[in-house]
């Protein structure tokens, strides 16, 4: 299990429950507090809050096989009620510590791969769709039955791997790391800031916020995380006060020493009338006149995969971070976890915004002592703040929030010494989980090829009885989604 955060200690009455609430929650129960969930919840929406700007920017820049695009205050806006409201589901039925948004990855597949070969309304009825086969397989048991028939390293082994997939998210948000052109002639292909230097005020603002956080995180500080976002937001609003350094395109053009995303400055105007006039436009049946049932069903078959392993993934680790998974691995309420999920999916859908799913960032909560579904309480309302409050969300730049990202990647990189890793059996699969999540910013794709080999390995050692019957299917399916792009080009 990874290290517990700097304020995790037992509640100094006792485990009993004060109340109504306590008991439903189990806040004290979990060693927590009511403060511990309300700070988890702050970082939690913090680190997670650029979705509310960066989802609008992936779907709104796409146009759909009409030539048509969404309208991005009307994505803004159904964004934030779709993850506030499915947050808080989250929080009162899974009763964990585990917010949704929607998911980074698919709505790219969705904008970019699915949209174009249909009209807008279609693509998202198809997102409807998957997250109705995913609640199917919850309702069935499938799902869950699929869950623990991880082995508990491989679950180890996907919480390590998501530890550093943050990590890099972290650093490349930040500008810390960073993309070398394709003409810079050399075969590197990332580096350090801009040309192998830190020559930008983001870039110190950025190692300035995650000195200090991490100074507080070994002082054992309450709150060193949040602490660490904020403080970050303030000396970010200070410099783009003095230095004027604007975001990093300036009409359309690239500046590289600029904030990666969002500005640190006071709006004029902090509130908004959201518009919600995406609700509800979606169709289920017309994708399948218009781009043929083989490509609808491809279609189906990749989201399905990518929600269902990413979220099992993500779930595993946020649980891990908290030590709040049995011996098994397991995080306690995962039928019910998994069920909210599969309903966030469909409701993304629904609202025109892209598949909603957990999200790892969860974790910066975890690690500021969130350990119940209170926490999704605050954060979520802070979501439904936002579709009034959109300007005030997007002060805080991702220089800032990207150092609660590196530091939860730190947290939960601590898991890795449970893996044995003199068995190689156990201990390749993993470290091809662990490695391929970062280095192909995927967690399907680690998850994948990590169940492949472990299957592999099993069976050239003559221990098929030690693979649950369920991994192969598994294994099988996750073949098919390594090998799409082949059997796509042989079909269409």
Do not use: C
Request: charged share 10%.
């Amino acid at each position: 299990m990874a290290v517990a955060p700097p304020d995790n200690g037992t509640p100094p009455d006792s485990s009993r429950p004060r109340n109504g609430f306590d008991r439903y929650f189990e806040i004290s129960a979990r060693g927590s507090t009511l403060s511990r969930e309300v700070r988890g919840g702050l970082a939690t929406f913090f680190t997670m809050a650029y979705i509310v700007v960066l989802n609008p920017l992936i779907l709104g820049s796409a146009l759909d096989g009409d030539g048509n695009s969404l309208p991005i205050p009307a994505i803004a806006a159904a964004t934030a009620l779709v993850a506030g409201l499915m947050t808080i589901l989250m929080g009162v039925v899974g009763r964990f510590p585990l917010a949704v948004a929607a998911g980074l990855g698919v709505n790219a597949l969705v904008a970019y791969e699915i949209a174009p070969e249909m009209t807008w309304a279609d693509a998202m009825g198809l997102v409807v769709i998957e997250g109705l086969i995913i609640a199917v397989l919850v309702l069935t048991g499938l799902r869950t039955a699929v869950f623990r028939s991880v082995p508990t390293q491989m679950k180890t082994a996907i919480g390590v791997g998501i530890g550093l997939f943050l990590t890099i998210i972290g650093l490349v948000d930040a500008g810390f790391v960073r993309r070398i052109p394709d003409d810079a002639n050399t075969t590197v292909p990332v580096g350090l800031g801009i040309g192998g230097k830190l020559v930008s005020w983001p870039m110190l603002v950025f190692v300035v916020g995650l000195l200090v956080t991490l100074v507080l995180v070994v002082r054992r500080v309450k709150g060193a995380i949040l602490v660490g976002i904020l403080a970050s937001t303030a000396l970010a609003m200070v410099v783009e006060a003095l230095g004027n350094i604007g975001p990093s395109f300036v009409d359309g053009e690239p500046n590289p020493k600029g904030w990666s995303l969002n500005v640190p400055t006071l709006p004029s105007n902090p509130f908004g009338v959201p518009d919600l006039s995406l609700l509800g436009q979606f169709n289920v049946l017309g994708s399948w006149e218009r781009a043929g049932w083989l490509v609808v069903l491809m279609f189906i078959f990749t989201l399905l995969i990518t929600d269902f392993f990413d979220t099992m993934g993500t779930m595993v680790a946020v649980g891990q971070e908290g030590g709040m998974l049995d011996e098994q691995g397991t995080p306690p309420r995962t039928r019910e976890i998994l069920l909210v999920d599969s309903i966030a999916a469909a409701s993304g859908g629904a609202a025109s915004v892209s598949s909603n799913t957990s999200y790892i960032e969860s974790a910066a909560g975890v690690a500021e002592g969130a350990r119940t579904g209170v926490a999704n309480l605050v954060t979520g309302v802070l979501f439904l703040l936002a579709m009034f409050l959109a300007p005030l969300v997007v002060v805080v730049p991702f220089e800032a929030a990207s150092v609660a990202l590196v530091v939860v990647g730190f947290l939960m990189m601590t898991a890795v010494r449970t893996i044995d890793w003199s068995d190689y059996e156990i201990a390749i699969p993993a470290f091809l989980t662990i490695v391929l999540m970062p280095f192909t910013y995927s967690i399907s794709n680690g998850i994948g090829a990590g169940l492949i080999v472990y299957v592999v390995v099993k069976l050239a050692k003559g221990k098929s009885r030690e693979i649950h019957p369920l991994l192969y299917a598994v294994a099988a399916l996750f073949v098919v989604y390594f090998l799409r792009g082949p059997i796509e080009a042989l079909l269409f």
